[in-house]
């Protein structure tokens, strides 16, 4: 059982920042991918980036590109999602999902079965 744990989320105002962070615990963390995701009120989750479990590759969905920075420290546990420039459109729940890694380098899709889930932590951006 890996453990997620995210926090850092909170308010801010438009153009705003913030950082993220998920912490892992239990199984080993380099043996896993970390993908970020926010699900806002009465939509779908969406996937937001993904990290290998190697820290060297990464993928963003296309509205958060640019603006949003997917890393980690595997000395820490951590992953770390900085947003930047946010806008009110990026209130949402923010979580962490894990996947197991095949290789060092594999980024996962959004829409594969991730196999660990953390609680969420809300940001919200005002006008």
């Known amino acids: 059982q890996l453990h997620l744990v995210e926090s850092g989320g909170g308010m801010v105002q438009f153009g705003g920042s913030l950082r993220l962070s998920c912490a892992a615990s239990?199984?080993?963390?380099?043996?896993?991918?970390i993908g970020w995701f926010r699900q806002a009120p009465g939509e779908e989750r969406e996937g937001l980036a993904t990290?290998?479990?190697?820290?060297?590759?990464?993928e963003y969905v296309r509205s958060v590109k640019g603006r949003f920075t997917i890393s980690r420290d595997n000395a820490k546990n951590t992953v770390y999602l900085q947003l930047n420039s946010l806008k009110p459109e990026d209130t949402a729940v923010y979580y962490c999902?894990?996947?197991?890694?095949?290789?060092?380098?594999?980024?996962?899709?959004?829409?594969?079965?991730?196999?660990?889930w953390g609680q969420g932590t809300q940001v919200t951006v005002s006008p």
């Open positions: 999902a894990a996947r197991t890694a095949h290789y060092p380098d594999y980024v996962p899709a959004f829409v594969v079965t991730y196999d660990f």
């Open positions: 990290i290998s479990s190697s820290g060297t590759k990464a």
């Open positions: 239990g199984h080993t963390f380099e043996d896993y991918a």
